[in-house]
C-alpha cells in the first residue's frame, strides 16, 4: 500500500494541493509525494521499530499527513489515522488498544498522546519537527506478507468506545482495484475536505495516486471554501458525503459566480441519501451525474459497482455487487430485502482485541453489516436503514431514513433527520428536526399532512424541530446522537416548532 505511485508515469504532473492554508496553496508533485514518504519511511526504520508496529497520524487533512500515511506502509510498519475530534481519554484508549509507538501530528493535537509514545509535529520548525527530521529520499518498500496488516481504521465509537478495524496490503489492494483502472484517469482532478482518518477520504486519496491523477486537499470541511475550491480548481470528480452537498447547494443558491462547469461525476456515499437531494444537486451542478455509494469499514470498503453492460443506475440504487464479492441479505421478509452480508478479500479478519464482539459480526469470512439492504427485480441494490436504527411504533417497523427520504420530497424542506421519541403507548414515534430552503412558509401542520398523504399514517412526524443546520459527527454525517438527546430534552420542555 506504501507503493500506490506509480513511477512509470510522469512523476512531475501535480499529485496534491494542499489548502491548508487560506490564500496560499501548496503544490506537490507525484515526485514530491514519493520522496517525503521515502523519508518518512526512512525516519521510522531508523528508530528500530519492529516490523508491523503501529503509528499513528493525528492531523487535520494536508500533504505531509499523506506523505506519512504512505511512509509508515513503505516501512513495514501499520498506520493508524486517528480521530481529531476524539477527546484525551479515548485518544488514550486507542493508543494503548493498538500499542502506538510513534505519533505523526499537527500543531493543535501536539500532546494529545502520552509519554513515552514520540510525537513528530507537522507544525514544528525546530530540530525535532518534522520538517528537520524528515528528508525526501528514495526508500525501496518492505514488501508485506500475505495478509500481512496496513493499516488499523477506528470506527466512530457513537455508541461506546471506538472498535479497532485492521486492514491488509492484500485487501486494500483489491478494494482499490476491483472497479478497474480508469481510462484517462490521470487527467481527473478529486477533491478532499472529509477527514484523512475516515475511510471514505482515505480510498479517494488513494485511488488518486493509483491513477496518477490529482488532489484538492482541503484540512477540513467548509462549505463556501470547498465550493470555490471546486470552481477554482476546476475539479472533475468528487467523492462525498451527502451532508457536504447539501450545503454545497445552499452556497451555489448564494454565489451565482462560481462556475462548477468542470464537475462530472458527484459519487455520494457514507451516508444515506434521498431522491430529493439528486434532484437539488442536478438543477445546481447540470454537468455533473450523480451517483450513490455504500461502503462499510469493515468490508474494505468495496461492495457495489454500477453493472458491467452499462445499464444506467436507478436513483439512490447503489448498482450490483462488485465482482469477486459475495452478497446475501438475511433476516427480512424474503430473499429480496433484509441484513446485508458481505465476504470478499477486502474484508477484515475482526475487530481489534474484541473477539467477542468479533464473533458477532464476522463470521466464516462473512461480514454482517447490520444495514438493511432490498434488491429490485433487476438485481440492483438499495439501502433502507440500519438494522439498529429501526424502532417500532404501534406495532409497526419504523426505518428514519424512509421518512427522511419522504420528508425531503416537500419542495420546501432542504434536509430532515428522523429520530426516535419514547411514547408509553406506541413504544416510540418519529420526530423530525428539519432545514428549510430559503424564504420557505412551510408549517408543522402542513409537513405532517404532507408525509401522511404519502405514506402510512404510523411514518409521519409527531413532533417537528425547525433548524438553521444539523449537528455533524466527526465524519461530516448526521449526529443522530444528538438528536436524541434533544428530543427528549425538546419534549421534556415542550419546545417544539408549532
Known amino acids: 500500500m506504501g507503493d500506490l505511485i506509480d513511477r512509470t508515469r510522469d512523476l512531475d504532473r501535480i499529485a496534491v494541493i ?32 519492529p516490523r508491523g508496529a503501529r503509528v ?41 488498544d493498538s500499542e502506538i509507538r510513534i505519533a505523526f501530528v499537527d500543531g493543535p493535537r501536539r500532546g494529545s498522546f502520552a509519554a513515552p509514545i514520540e510525537q513528530i509535529d507537522f507544525d514544528d520548525e525546530g530540530p525535532s519537527g518534522f520538517g528537520a527530521q524528515v528528508q525526501p529520499a528514495e526508500f525501496d518498500s518492505v514488501l508485506p506478507g500475505q495478509g500481512e496488516l496496513a493499516q488499523v481504521l477506528y470506527t466512530s465509537g457513537s455508541t461506546g468506545r471506538p472498535k479497532g478495524v485492521p486492514l491488509s496490503h492484500a485487501g486494500q489492494l483489491w478494494a482499490l482495484q476491483a472497479r478497474g483502472l480508469v481510462p484517462g484517469a490521470e487527467n481527473e482532478r478529486q477533491v478532499v475536505a472529509q477527514p484523512l482518518f475516515h475511510m471514505n477520504g482515505l480510498m479517494v486519496t488513494k485511488g488518486v495516486f493509483l491513477n496518477g491523477a490529482s488532489l484538492v486537499l482541503l ?61 437539488r444537486i442536478g438543477r445546481a451542478i447540470p454537468s455533473a451525474q450523480v451517483g450513490n455509494g455504500y461502503g462499510t469499514t469493515e468490508a474494505g470498503p468495496a461492495v457495489f459497482a454500477p453493472p458491467a453492460d452499462g445499464r444506467p443506475i436507478p436513483p439512490l440504487a447503489l448498482g450490483f455487487p462488485i465482482p469477486g464479492c459475495e452478497v446475501r441479505l438475511a433476516g427480512g421478509p424474503s430473499d429480496d430485502e433484509g441484513v446485508l452480508w458481505m465476504r470478499n478479500p477486502a474484508v477484515s479478519t475482526g475487530y481489534l482485541n474484541l473477539p467477542a464482539k468479533s464473533a458477532e459480526v464476522f463470521q466464516d469470512g462473512w461480514y454482517i453489516s447490520g444495514d438493511v439492504m432490498r434488491r429490485d427485480a433487476q438485481g440492483f441494490y438499495y439501502f433502507v436503514g440500519r438494522a439498529d436504527d429501526m ?52 408549517t408543522v401542520d402542513e409537513l405532517k399532512a404532507f408525509t401522511i398523504e404519502r405514506g402510512p399514517a404510523y411514518q409521519h412526524p409527531r413532533r417537528i424541530s425547525f433548524r438553521s443546520e444539523l449537528p455533524w459527527a466527526g465524519t461530516n454525517k448526521i449526529d443522530r446522537a444528538a438528536l436524541l438527546r434533544e428530543a427528549r430534552a425538546l419534549e421534556a420542555a415542550q419546545e417544539w416548532s408549532r
Open 18 to 49: 494542499d489548502l491548508r492554508q487560506a490564500g496560499n496553496a501548496r503544490i506537490h508533485s507525484h515526485r514530491d509525494i514519493d520522496r517525503l514518504a521515502g523519508g518518512v519511511a526512512r525516519l521510522l526504520v531508523s528508530r528500530g521499530l
Open 56 to 96: 499513528a497520524i493525528a492531523s487535520l487533512n494536508r500533504a505531509e499527513y499523506i506523505a506519512a500515511y504512505f511512509g509508515i506502509m513503505r516501512a513495514g510498519l501499520v498506520a493508524v489515522p486517528v480521530n481529531t475530534k476524539l477527546p484525551r481519554d479515548t485518544i488514550d484508549y486507542i493508543a494503548a
Open 219 to 279: 484540512p477540513s470541511f467548509d462549505a463556501t471554501a470547498y465550493t470555490e475550491a471546486l470552481a477554482q480548481w476546476e475539479v472533475t470528480s468528487v467523492m462525498a458525503v451527502p451532508t457536504m452537498f447539501a450545503r454545497v447547494v445552499k452556497v451555489l443558491a448564494q454565489r451565482p459566480d462560481l462556475d462548477l462547469g468542470k464537475l462530472k461525476r458527484i459519487g455520494l456515499g457514507s451516508a444515506p441519501m434521498t431522491y430529493s437531494l439528486i434532484e
Open 391 to 442: 424502532f417500532v411504533c404501534s406495532g409497526e417497523n419504523v426505518y428514519p431514513g424512509e421518512i427522511e427520504k419522504l420528508l425531503e420530497q416537500h419542495p420546501q424542506v432542504q434536509h430532515a433527520a428522523v429520530v426516535p421519541l419514547p411514547d408509553e403507548e406506541r413504544s416510540a414515534v418519529p420526530v423530525a428536526f428539519i432545514v428549510l430552503a430559503a424564504a420557505s412558509t412551510a
